[in-house]
């Protein structure tokens, strides 16, 4: 491998306004820490350096590198010079939320992206918003801190090295079972062949088997990381019967620096320290219970093929999911019997209550919407209101923390997920959408410790943990928010039906106007 990293040569001469010998000081520096990753940690970004981003930080914390101490006396036992191949590092890490997984992984990328030229990698996640909005991210935050950043040009699907583009590089890809060919032919016989796992429990074990072909020459590598939401799948076997395989460890987020304890104490208050939820997301561990993700990726894929039909006589519905956010989406979702694709959904950012009230309006009249189902937490109370001052009386307003109308569910929001994944497994057809898609199967169940009901992670909670919240799944969840096909009011007639559309006001792109001048606004 020595012979692989003299960087004097035309590959890494020193770049436009660089100074050369400076260039060059850095170039050998770094290709000392090919079997050293800890210290190619500590020597690349300016820790504890007053005027830095890294001022407060005195370096990684203690798990992170025990983890890169590990992963260099691994490279040098194997001690890899081409063409002799070695066996394969094989490290998972299971955790709690909030230890700087995320940085580990960006540098694992920069260390093996800058010190074995030629190598080729794949990073991927479970869903494309986990790569989009958190590891794609925070690599750029790590490259532009680096040193040696002006190595690498980093896009929004790979990171690659400006000296040879095409054949030295390291691609981003989720996870689906489709995209199973990106993980196949990865070979690099003189170089490190690498693959990286964010978020493992939702990859599925065809993409990991496919991935195995790219570990049979040169130096490779398959690092995995995760919380371990599943007791079942590939990533939990390498904690279980699979173990000799693999280094693993458990990240208990209460023993990690950078972690917020104050929220994990409210955590332990809510949920419990016995429940799956804390094991899973503070603890590190696997749940007790044989928890799956709450909607299965192939009944989703089945829906989004599937023929849309409804009968005549099905209600018309709309959800409407608010933002609550500055990353949320406010979704309007529509649904006729088991058809919500005719008419996709209609998703807005940035947008306020009175806009996105004026929008639901133009939708159910368009439409003539038996019944519109709003999520009325938070600010979603607003179009509630607004919906109620143009006239409409079929709003519901729906409280996702509220009581749930089936003993099985923990509250309101877990009961209409419920409803919404019955009817994917029974002949719901849904657009053909990546994103809908993501919202659905990454949507996670845990049993509640204390009322021994299946409970989903709450919106609140998911930002907390730093994800993204699942809009659409949620819009299209609240068709599901009555267990009945039409929703009766207290007088007993059916909201929405021929006399509730018959005294509404129609709405207008006047309304506003109108309203205003009433001083309605």
Same mark, same amino acid.
């Given at each position: 491998?020595?012979?692989?990293?003299?960087?004097?040569?035309?590959?890494?001469?020193?770049?436009?306004? =660089?100074?050369?010998?400076?260039?060059?000081?850095?170039?050998?520096?770094?290709?000392?820490?090919?079997?050293?990753?800890?210290?190619?940690?500590?020597?690349?970004?300016?820790?504890?350096?007053?005027?830095?981003?890294?001022?407060?930080?005195? *370096?990684?914390?203690?798990?992170?590198?025990?983890?890169?101490?590990?992963?260099?006396?691994? +490279?040098?036992?194997?001690?890899?010079?081409?063409?002799?191949?070695?066996?394969?590092?094989?490290?998972?890490?299971?955790?709690?939320?909030?230890?700087?997984?995320?940085?580990?992984?960006?540098?694992?990328?920069?260390?093996?992206?800058?010190?074995?030229?030629?190598?080729?990698?794949?990073?991927?996640?479970?869903?494309?918003?986990?790569?989009?909005?958190?590891?794609?991210?925070?690599?750029?935050?790590?490259?532009?801190?680096?040193?040696?950043? @002006?190595?690498?040009?980093?896009?929004?699907?790979?990171?690659?090295?400006?000296?040879?583009?095409?054949?030295?590089?390291?691609?981003?890809?989720?996870?689906?079972?489709?995209?199973?060919?990106?993980?196949?032919?990865?070979?690099?016989?003189?170089?490190?062949?690498?693959?990286?796992? #964010?978020?493992?429990? *939702?990859?599925?074990?065809?993409?990991?088997?496919?991935?195995?072909?790219?570990?049979?020459?040169?130096?490779?590598?398959?690092?995995?990381?995760? =919380?371990?939401?599943?007791?079942?799948?590939?990533?939990?076997?390498?904690?279980?019967?699979?173990? @000799?395989?693999?280094?693993?460890?458990?990240?208990?987020?209460?023993?990690?620096?950078?972690?917020?304890?104050?929220?994990?104490?409210?955590?332990?208050?809510?949920?419990?320290?016995?429940?799956?939820?804390?094991?899973?997301?503070?603890?590190?561990?696997?749940?007790?219970?044989?928890?799956?993700?709450?909607?299965?990726?192939?009944?989703?894929?089945?829906?989004?093929?599937?023929?849309?039909?409804?009968?005549?006589?099905?209600?018309?519905?709309?959800? +409407?999911? +608010?933002?609550?956010?500055?990353?949320?989406?406010?979704?309007?979702?529509?649904?006729?019997?088991?058809?919500?694709?005719?008419?996709?959904?209609? +998703?807005?950012?940035?947008? #306020?209550?009175?806009?996105?009230?004026?929008?639901?309006?133009?939708?159910?009249?368009?439409?003539?919407?038996?019944?519109?189902?709003?999520?009325?937490?938070?600010?979603?109370?607003?179009?509630?209101?607004?919906?109620?001052?143009?006239?409409?009386?079929?709003?519901?307003?729906?409280?996702?923390?509220?009581?749930?109308?089936?003993?099985?569910?923990?509250?309101?929001?877990? %009961?209409?997920?419920?409803?919404?994944? #019955? %009817?994917?497994?029974?002949?719901?057809?849904?657009?053909?959408?990546?994103?809908?898609?993501?919202?659905?199967?990454?949507?996670?169940?845990?049993?509640?410790?204390?009322?021994?009901?299946?409970?989903?992670?709450?919106?609140?909670?998911?930002?907390?943990?730093?994800?993204?919240?699942?809009?659409?799944?949620?819009?299209?969840?609240?068709?599901?928010?009555?267990?009945?096909?039409?929703?009766?009011?207290?007088?007993?007639?059916?909201?929405?039906?021929?006399?509730?559309?018959?005294?509404?006001?129609?709405?207008?792109?006047?309304?506003?106007?109108?309203?205003?001048?009433?001083?309605?606004?």
């Amino acid at each position: 491998m020595a012979g692989l990293l003299e960087f004097e040569d035309p590959l890494h001469r020193a770049l436009p306004g =660089n100074d050369a010998q400076q260039e060059l000081v850095l170039q050998r520096a770094i290709a000392r820490t090919w079997q050293r990753p800890l210290e190619f940690v500590t020597y690349n970004w300016s820790w504890g350096v007053e005027g830095t981003p890294l001022a407060i930080w005195d *370096g990684p914390d203690k798990w992170q590198r025990r983890y890169l101490i590990d992963l260099g006396d691994e +490279v040098e036992e194997r001690n890899f010079v081409a063409p002799n191949s070695v066996l394969p590092i094989r490290m998972a890490v299971g955790s709690g939320h909030g230890i700087g997984k995320s940085a580990l992984v960006a540098w694992l990328i920069l260390w093996l992206m800058s010190t074995r030229p030629f190598c080729r990698g794949t990073v991927t996640a479970s869903t494309s918003p986990q790569l989009e909005a958190r590891t794609i991210p925070e690599l750029a935050k790590w490259l532009a801190w680096s040193l040696n950043g @002006h190595w690498f040009k980093l896009d929004s699907n790979k990171i690659t090295a400006l000296s040879s583009p095409r054949n030295w590089r390291c691609d981003f890809q989720t996870a689906r079972k489709e995209n199973s060919e990106a993980f196949a032919g990865q070979h690099e016989a003189s170089s490190s062949s690498f693959y990286i796992f #964010d978020e493992s429990s *939702g990859v599925p074990d065809e993409i990991k088997t496919v991935a195995e072909g790219g570990l049979t020459d040169g130096e490779p590598f398959f690092l995995a990381f995760g =919380n371990r939401t599943k007791t079942t799948g590939w990533f939990n076997r390498c904690f279980t019967r699979e173990a @000799h395989r693999w280094i693993n460890y458990t990240i208990d987020s209460r023993q990690a620096k950078m972690t917020n304890k104050e929220q994990i104490r409210r955590w332990a208050e809510d949920w419990g320290e016995d429940s799956d939820f804390f094991r899973v997301r503070v603890m590190g561990l696997a749940p007790k219970t044989a928890s799956e993700q709450f909607i299965s990726g192939a009944s989703v894929a089945d829906a989004r093929t599937r023929e849309a039909t409804c009968l005549v006589t099905s209600p018309l519905l709309l959800g +409407v999911d +608010v933002a609550r956010f500055g990353k949320d989406r406010s979704v309007i979702s529509v649904r006729k019997g088991n058809d919500a694709r005719t008419h996709k959904a209609k +998703v807005f950012r940035g947008i #306020d209550t009175m806009e996105l009230a004026d929008e639901v309006a133009s939708l159910a009249n368009e439409l003539r919407a038996n019944t519109i189902f709003v999520d009325g937490g938070g600010i979603g109370g607003g179009v509630v209101d607004r919906l109620r001052q143009l006239g409409f009386q079929n709003v519901v307003e729906i409280n996702f923390g509220g009581k749930s109308d089936d003993r099985e569910f923990y509250d309101k929001r877990t %009961a209409m997920w419920g409803r919404l994944r #019955d %009817a994917v497994k029974r002949g719901l057809a849904i657009e053909d959408s990546n994103a809908l898609e993501d919202d659905l199967v990454a949507q996670e169940y845990y049993v509640d410790g204390k009322t021994r009901t299946t409970r989903l992670v709450s919106k609140e909670d998911l930002h907390r943990l730093g994800e993204e919240s699942p809009d659409e799944g949620d819009a299209l969840a609240l068709t599901y928010a009555s267990a009945t096909p039409e929703v009766v009011d207290q007088a007993g007639g059916a909201l929405g039906g021929p006399a509730a559309r018959s005294t509404r006001r129609r709405w207008s792109p006047l309304s506003k106007i109108e309203d205003s001048a009433r001083g309605l606004r």
